[in-house]
């Protein structure tokens, strides 16, 4: 760090504890860890979280160095737990004719190549868009699907939910993105267990996030809290933080509000990557403040692993 960048020692405050926890999790329910080998349950998620040993699929254990205070398992709400029963040669939904390059994909007793995990998860996603649309699939029974799993991952909250030593909470990630194909992902995160919605807000419920927060208003109004916290925004080609609303329109007073209500935290780090301060911020904030040098905003990074 340079010599020159100041630093602050914040007074102490008991009541200021640092808690390490994780709010994006995918389990076997989402389609893209299902496609490419993940079959750990949101059970198995909050073991691990919890400390627990976990047998990875190739054969070896993995376990966290110090347990975690707080998870959640925020599976993608679009098609959850479809591509399951897709694989699952025993559900009526495995039935449909594409679906039979997924049927036993993560059974141990077939090899499968990478090529056919590389091709899972669009012909997953393809096939099943393709036959909603054209009738092929009752739209009911999709949704049953989602409303089964997204009661299961309720369960697993409310088994390992042990307050004053592990918070779980309840939660998935909408799936958006921009006309440019930024990323427009959010991690739901739910107050509480005791009163939720039957089926998350998705993707295939509206792209635009201000309809996202429209539903969550409508929650609220029931009693029912929860926040969205902006995912991967590093991601988003700055798709995340435009000075304008979905239809292109500038912000306004009623857009920010409703913004702030429902998004009131930006994710900072995770997995995949890094967003402390955007360029376009950071910018902005130097060419008003007189002298301005902190030489650790802008930072906006995304590795990339072949």
Known sequence: MPADVGTVDPSANSQRNAYFGDLHVHSTYSFDAFAYGTIATPYDAYRYAKGEKLRHPVGFDVQLREPLDFYAVTDHAMYIGGMNAAADTSTEFSKHKPFRLLHNLNSPDREVGRDVRARAMPTFVMSTFAGIEEG??????????????????????????????FTTFVGYEYTSQSDERGNLHRNVIFRGADKLPTIPFSRLHSRNPEKLWDWMDGLREQGIEALAIPHNANGSNGAMFELVDWAKNPMDAEYTGQRLRNEPLVEITQIIGFYDVGDVLAKLVASSVHAYNDVLASHSY????L
């Open 136 to 165: 092929a699939f009752d739209l009911e029974a999709v949704n049953k699907i989602s409303r089964d799993t997204w009661s299961d991952i309720i369960a697993a909250v409310e088994q390992h939910n042990d307050p004053g030593n």
């Open 302 to 305: 995304l590795p990339i692993y």
